[in-house]
């Protein structure tokens, strides 16, 4: 058993998330981003990779009004447990739950702050695994997570056939080539190894296109 995952993407037409010297603020528009608000609230936890902590020090909350009251446990996954005690995340973890998961012993730091730091095995690539992970969040009670960024965490979940559905708004602007993927390598050996989807929506959300889809097995 293990959470029902939802990969939610905003990007331009072409996939980007952020321009090639990493700016992202804000690619999409209010709307979509008032939809993400609510996409967040509706889900049990929000989990980023180490380096979307690192680039946007993001608070991961619910900032939408109504629904402040709905706020998601916060993950980051983290290796080496760079998360710094200075960052939002960190210095907010005793008012929202806040959540680190490493392949190390837990930082004092960290746990002096109040953030929970949970320990599981390394996969190959030394980062923790992914099927651990998941299992270790379904132990704690959490059935529905959100998957917000970046391109790593979301190419791991999706090599992982782990992401159940997708919510990707794209914003009407192409970022080129130097611009940085949604999803980092898939590892694909063929056309057919292709992660698949079904699309179920697609509608306009301000001058933004929401698409949805659910995973095909």
Known sequence: MRPRVTLKLATSLDGRIATGSGESQWITGEKARAE?????????????????????????????????????????MDSRQRLSPDSRLVLTARESPVVVVTVQLPAPSLLRAGVE????????????SLNHVLTELRGRGLISLLVEGGGEVAGRFLRGDAVDRIEWFRAPI????????????????????????????????????????????
Do not use: M
């Open 36 to 76: 993400g608000h609510r996409l967040r609230a509706s889900h049990d936890a929000i989990l980023v990779g180490i380096g979307t902590a690192l680039a946007d020090d993001p608070l991961l909350t619910v900032r939408q009004p109504g629904l402040e009251h709905r706020q998601p446990i916060r993950i980051v």
């Open 117 to 128: 730091v949970i320990q599981v095995h390394a996969g190959r690539d030394g980062r923790p």
């Open 174 to 217: 192409l970022l080129g080539a130097e611009g940085r993927p949604c999803v980092a390598s898939l590892e694909l050996a063929n056309l057919a190894a292709a992660p698949k989807f079904r699309r179920l929506s697609a509608e306009p959300v301000g001058d933004d296109l929401w698409e949805r889809y659910d995973a095909v097995r």
